[in-house]
Each structure stands twice: as C-alpha cells, then as structure tokens.
C-alpha cells in the first residue's frame, strides 16, 4: 500500500470509529504538572512540547510520562522554539525563521534544518502528521524577538522522503494559501477553511462563515472535516468571535462577540468534535453535543487557575496550558483525559421555622445546607400537605446560595424539604429530607411602658433622674425615654438588645431648664418588639424653678473595689452618686490624675487595666459627682496592686 493510499484508508478508518463518540456527559481531566517552562503542543499519547524562558533564550523541552528531555540546537544556535509534535513523537519548530525538524534516532533527539525552497529566506512549520510529513509556510520573514512574522506565504509540505510539495502550484490554486494544519490521514486545513484532501488534487470548498461574521481564520483540523476557527465580526471595532465548523452539521458559533480587550483564540479539536478555545480571560471546552464549560470545572484534583495564555489539543483529548497552583505558582500543565465528571456530591440541609421580624417582617420557613464540591447551582424542593411529589421551588437552573427562605407557606402547616446539587458532571443526588412546621401567626401585641418618675403632674425645678420600666409578652427588642419638647433630638437615653428581653428599668437625667418658668413638657417611655409592634407612653411636667439657689453637692459612693483592696489584672470600677436635684457628669481618675472616664449618668462603671502598675505599690482611684448648679462632691478608694 502507498503512503497516499495508507493515508487515505487512515482518514477513512478514523472517521469510522469516531462518527459515534460523542460525549454524552462532560468530559473529566486530572491534571500533571509539568513544571516551569510555556507548553505548545501535545499529542495523543500525552507528549508534550514546550520552551523555557523567554523567545530570545528560548531552550525547546519534551516531556514524556512525566520526563523531562531538552531538544537539541543546531549548530551555533543559541535558542529555538518548537510549534508542533506528531503522533509519533516528530516535533517541527524553528530558529530565527529557519524550519527545524526533530526526529528520533536510537532513543535520542537529533535536530536538522529543513531545506528553503527557491526564494524564500524563512519558513514556519505549522504541523507534522504520524508519517513524518511537515507542513511548512514559506515566505520572507521579519524576525521579531525570535518568531518570525510573514506579510506573504507559500505553503510547501516536505514529505517524509525528502521532497519539497509546492501545494498552491500542486492543487491548482490561483491564490497561495496560508495554511494552519494537517491530520494524520493527510488533510490540510488552509485559514480561510479550504481543505486539500490527501490526494494531492482535490479540494472541499471552504463554507461560508456565519450570519455576523466577515470571514475568519481557520486554526485546527480533524480527520472528520470538521475545524475550529477564529471570526472577524462585521464591525470596525475590533470584536471577534469564535466557532466550530461540522461537515453536515454547520456552523455552531462558541462565543458570538468578544471584545477587542479580550484575547480570543482558536486553539485546538480533538476527534470527537471537541474544540478548547480561549476567551474573556480563560479557556473552555466546547463538547461534541455543544455545551461549552469552562476549563477550570473539569478538573478531578486541583484547583488550578486559568489565565488567557491559549491551549493546545491532541486528537485523543490531551489539553495542555498554563495554570495556578493551589500554592499559587504558574506551572505547565498536561489535562489528561479521564473518562466523565461525576455528579455533585449531595448536600445535609437543615431547616427552621422563621417568625417575622422587625428587620425580616414575613413568616418563612428558612432553609441552609452544605456546599457540594462539584456543584455550579442547587434546586430546592418542597412536597406540602397537599402535594403527591416534591415540587421545585427555584428555577431549572437552580440557585447559587446556600440557604433559601420558603414563604409560600401556610400557617402553621408542616412541610418537607430537600436539594438537589446541579453541577458540570449532571445533578447529585438529592439531600436528606427535613420536615418543619411554619412558624404561628406573627405577635400582635404591643410592648407595655411608663415613666415611673417624675410623677405624672408634677413640677420639676432643676435637673431631674428619669426613670421608666418596659416589658413584652415575646421580649423588647428595644427602649427608649423621649422628650418634648426637644433640643434637637427627641431621644433622652435610649437601650437595644442584641436578645429579646421580657423587661427592663430604664434611666438617665434631664435638665428642663431650656424651658420658660411655667412651661409643660412631656416625658415619653417609647419601646418596641422583635416584629416591630410598640408603644409610646407619655406623662405631662411642669418646669417650675426652684427660687432658693440649690448649693448641696451630690453624695458619690464607690461600691467596687473595696478599700484597701489587693488587686491584680482587669479591675471593675464601680461607683454611684445621688443629689437634691440631679446629677448630670461623673468621672473617674488615677492616682497622676488622668481622667480615666467621663459619663453623663448617675452611676459608673470601668474596666481598669493594672497590669503596668507597680508590684505592691498603692493607687488611688477619684470618683467626681457634679450637678447643673456646678456643685461638686467626690469619693476615695485606695487599693494595693498584688506582687
């Protein structure tokens, strides 16, 4: 049999085994790290091609089951980089413009550089196929940081015997074609999509692109016909987009519009009809039924990050490109396939009862549940009394959250819960089954609340203590003593609980001597509950001014620590003062008299902090009470730090 016909006979048996392996479920990879160095290309087999450092000082690797072996040089060459690697273990690539070949001998490397045809100075090797055979684009180079760039092309394939195949003069074609790569059976994908069979006569006419698109460049190839192409869209912005052309089946657009900001590429379609592009910052995989996922979901260990440096795809699925280690380090990485990705795995879910609130006023049942590793969304299911099986609450799509509030609910009425985590790899099963019942009617009852001093009536002459007393068949949720009218604000002193309390006293002072001689005011307990429910309460004083001038200073008593105490650590300070009319500032200071507290109340309280004090040396705390008259008392406790 001749190399053509093997050729042939190899397309047509691929294509026979492949037509039905289309993935029904997504696809799984585990990951190899390769280490440090950019991966190009892979091949069916997991060898993978790559280079170290930066084009200039380009060193070209391969790496197979996990070795590691650098290529050779030529002759007086600093540097090269490799472009693609055959089936077979044949890797092309190039040094300052001149095409390289790689091959084999006695299990080592050995490099030479493949001939120029007749007026060309440069060529760039753009595949080799299982036989041996190069596909090279000719041309005159300009040479920029080692990778040359072409304004014109001629594509040559330089076969497996030695020969120089001039393709455009070979196949008849008026125009010389770049070309971007060729498949084991021998076909060759031109990048405006004409494909040359591998009788070295024919042709399949390139299809037409899709609605929106100008045209585009075709990148990758399998033996079904079918190749992955970048598209140009009919705008002059820049935008691009990418697609996946089927013989028979069309077009199917991956992504429709990319920015011109956004790397867009093309990258790589194994025989199955599986295409990885990159765009919007990271790759994907688009499955032979369609689906595109991205890259990073597909994953059995890991996780790694992805960034926008493209793929490279072998025809048996390999995928290799750059990624994050969970360490945080960027590394070469080989995707090997690894049959389909499991389903999510399932959940615990827990619920309760949600009475309204204040800040949450509706009655719910209140669902939350464990993440699933694998899980993208989860669906939430509920069976009522009335309902013969589960009914989804949230969308197909699911939810992204880890909780969800039910309140399509009856009162008091039991019902049964459960999710089911939705991932890349299908839906898990589903969680354990709770069973609550609804929370009661919301409480309608209203705190109770009233000043308990001042009198209602009464005449006040100076600053006063107000004092009020709040409670709640549930538990306030706060409490407040108003006045008017105000100076501003109507609050006088006000309490909130982080817990319902069922009751609680209230106090603070009140000067009403911005008030006119004879004025009333009102003195308001204001409180309320959890669900919002309150009262206001208020009383009626009348200012009258005392006419003898009030020269009694307030009585201050520290109730802790005691005197001549021994202490150590954090100490709790605590103190109280009482006067004719009303005490309106407290303070508290050490023996240098620093002020350690001020408070605008009758009582204090302070966590001294004696830890740099003096082993066995006596401090001396100061209490100061005064009233609105400016009188003033004070108190003394002295206590021994501990040795």
């Excluded at 396939?337 to 949600?354: C, E, F, I, K, Q």
């Excluded at 107000?466 to 108003?482: H, K, P, T, Y």
Aim: hydrophobic share 40%.
């Amino acid at each position: 049999m001749s190399r053509r016909q093997a050729r042939g006979w190899m397309g047509v048996a691929l294509m026979w085994l492949c037509t039905a392996a289309v993935f029904t479920a997504a696809p799984a990879f585990h990951v190899v790290e390769l280490g440090n160095g950019s991966p190009v290309d892979v091949n069916s087999s997991g060898m993978v091609i790559g280079v170290d450092s930066s084009s200039l000082t380009a060193r070209p690797w391969l790496v197979d089951s996990s070795v590691r072996t650098y290529l050779p040089l030529p002759l007086g060459a600093t540097s090269a980089l490799v472009s693609r690697v055959s089936n077979t273990g044949v890797v092309v690539g190039h040094v300052n413009g001149q095409p390289l070949l790689w091959t084999k001998e006695s299990g080592t490397y050995r490099v030479s550089v493949l001939p120029l045809p007749t007026g060309a100075t440069g060529g760039l090797p753009v595949a080799v196929n299982a036989s041996g055979d190069v596909l090279i684009n000719y041309g005159t180079p300009t040479i920029y940081n080692g990778y040359p760039y072409f304004s014109s092309v001629r594509p040559f394939l330089y076969t497996a015997s030695g020969q120089l195949v001039d393709l455009a003069r070979q196949y008849g074609l008026a125009e010389s074609p770049s070309v971007t790569d060729m498949t084991d059976g021998g076909r060759i994908l031109t990048s405006f999509g004409m494909i040359l069979e591998p009788d070295l006569a024919t042709t399949t006419p390139a299809p037409a692109p899709p609605p929106g698109w100008t045209n585009y460049s075709a990148a990758r190839l399998n033996e079904q016909g079918a190749f992955v192409a970048k598209g140009y869209m009919s705008t002059s912005d820049g935008h691009a987009a990418l697609g996946r052309y089927v013989p028979g089946r069309g077009w199917l657009v991956i992504h429709a519009m990319i920015g011109a900001m956004y790397p867009a590429s093309a990258d790589g379609i194994d025989e199955q009809g599986n295409v990885t592009c990159t765009a919007f910052g990271g790759p994907s995989l688009t499955t032979a039924d369609g689906r595109t996922l991205a890259l990073g979901d597909l994953l059995l260990n890991g996780p790694y990050g992805f960034g926008s440096s493209g793929t490279a795809m072998s025809d048996a699925g390999h995928v290799v490109t750059l990624a994050r280690n969970t360490a945080g380090a960027t590394a070469a990485v080989l995707l090997e396939p690894s049959g389909t990705l499991p389903a999510p795995d399932p959940v615990v879910l827990t619920g309760v009862a949600h009475p309204a609130t204040s800040s949450a006023p509706w009655d719910a049942i209140s669902l939350t549940w464990t993440a699933s590793a694998r899980a993208k969304a989860y669906v939430v299911e509920r069976k009522g009394p009335t309902d013969a099986e589960f009914v989804a609450l949230t969308p197909a799509s699911g939810t992204i959250q880890l909780k969800y509030d039910d309140t399509s609910i009856a009162l008091v009425t039991s019902y049964t819960y459960r999710v089911i985590p939705i991932g890349v790899g299908g839906n898990g099963p589903a969680s354990n089954e709770v069973t609550v019942v609804s929370p009661p009617p919301k409480d309608g009852v209203a705190p109770t609340a009233r000043i308990t001093s001042p009198p209602s009536g009464s005449a006040v002459g100076g600053v006063v203590t107000v004092v009020a007393e709040a409670s709640d068949n549930v538990g306030l949720r706060g409490f407040e003593i108003r006045y008017q009218p105000n100076q501003g604000s109507e609050v006088l002193c006000a309490r909130s609980y982080a817990q319902p309390r069922p009751s609680d006293t209230l106090s603070c002072t009140w000067d009403p001597r911005y008030l006119p001689s004879g004025a009333t005011a009102q003195l308001i307990a204001f409180a309320y509950d959890d669900i919002g429910n309150y009262v206001q309460n208020p009383i009626s004083v009348t200012y009258q001014p005392s006419s003898t001038p009030d020269t009694q200073p307030p009585a201050v008593t520290v109730i802790s620590p005691g005197r001549n105490e021994t202490v150590s650590g954090i100490v709790k300070v605590s103190a109280r003062a009482t006067d004719n009319v009303g005490v309106v500032r407290m303070e508290l200071s050490d023996s240098r008299g620093v002020l350690l507290k001020t408070v605008n109340a009758a009582e204090l309280t302070y966590d001294w902090n004696t830890a740099g004090l003096k082993k066995g040396s006596t401090q001396t705390l100061l209490v100061r009470a005064h009233d609105a008259r400016g009188n003033g008392g004070s108190a003394k406790v002295s206590v021994r730090i501990q040795r």
